[in-house]
């Protein structure tokens, strides 16, 4: 309880990197109500946060990431110095969130994905997405192949429509035939999926990108 009267006479940003789970949790629910009660979307306020979202994504306690997760969807939502944590705050959500077995926690986890494409950053999405097709959890992978298709999708977790207008899909077409030979069947599905959402926005273009391919895959 000592610990508990000491961590919330600390301001928001200190509580946000405490040793103590439950100070970090506390901070990140009060990040939440900060984020979203911050008029100016250019308010010095917003550049006390920068250097931490990072960190938000990747906390070690479950139910603290989730609302850390909150915490940096809010940000995004709201800060025009969002643009500035793309890199660093996707490569945690690609290596700690969007293949988590809490499902809150990869809705979330895509939902910031969808967001930061919102805002314009989709090469810098799409780069983290697709080194997360390297990685060696089927998991990881097959959640990143998904993030990618909903980023395609005209129908997506905002409700916005992206397609291959905004979303450069070289990137993705050369992934296309190391996915439908992964040894993971969710992988081989997110794969067709994504083969599929491309050939919607780019057609018979796709067709050449494809002689690799065995004619039962075609």
């Not at 917003?46 to 915490?71: I, M, P, R, T």
């Not at 919102?118 to 990685?135: A, P, S, W, Y």
Request: glycine share 6%.
């Amino acid at each position: 309880m000592e610990d508990e009267k000491e961590y919330i006479k600390l301001p928001v940003e200190e509580r946000c990197v405490h040793k103590l789970w439950k100070a970090r949790l506390h901070g990140y629910e009060e990040s939440v109500k900060t984020f979203q009660q911050i008029d100016d979307e250019k308010s010095p306020e917003w550049s006390k946060y920068l250097g931490l979202l990072k960190k938000f994504v990747v906390d070690s306690n479950a139910a603290a990431q989730e609302k850390g997760l909150e915490a940096v969807l809010a940000y995004v939502e709201n800060s025009a110095l969002a643009g500035k944590t793309v890199g660093e705050v996707m490569s945690g959500i690609v290596s700690k969130c969007i293949g988590a077995p809490k499902m809150k926690t990869k809705e979330l986890a895509v939902k910031i994905t969808l967001m930061y494409i919102e805002i314009e950053k989709t090469e810098q999405v799409l780069e983290e997405l697709v080194k997360g097709m390297d990685q060696k959890n089927p998991k990881v992978v097959a959640a990143c192949v998904s993030a990618a298709t909903l980023a395609l999708s005209d129908i997506s977790f905002s409700k916005v429509e992206f397609g291959s207008k905004v979303v450069t899909v070289k990137p993705l077409v050369k992934k296309i035939p190391v996915l439908l030979e992964d040894r993971d069947k969710g992988v081989r599905e997110e794969g067709k999926a994504l083969v599929i959402e491309i050939y919607r926005w780019i057609g018979d273009a796709l067709k050449p990108q494809l002689s690799s391919l065995k004619p039962i895959q075609v």
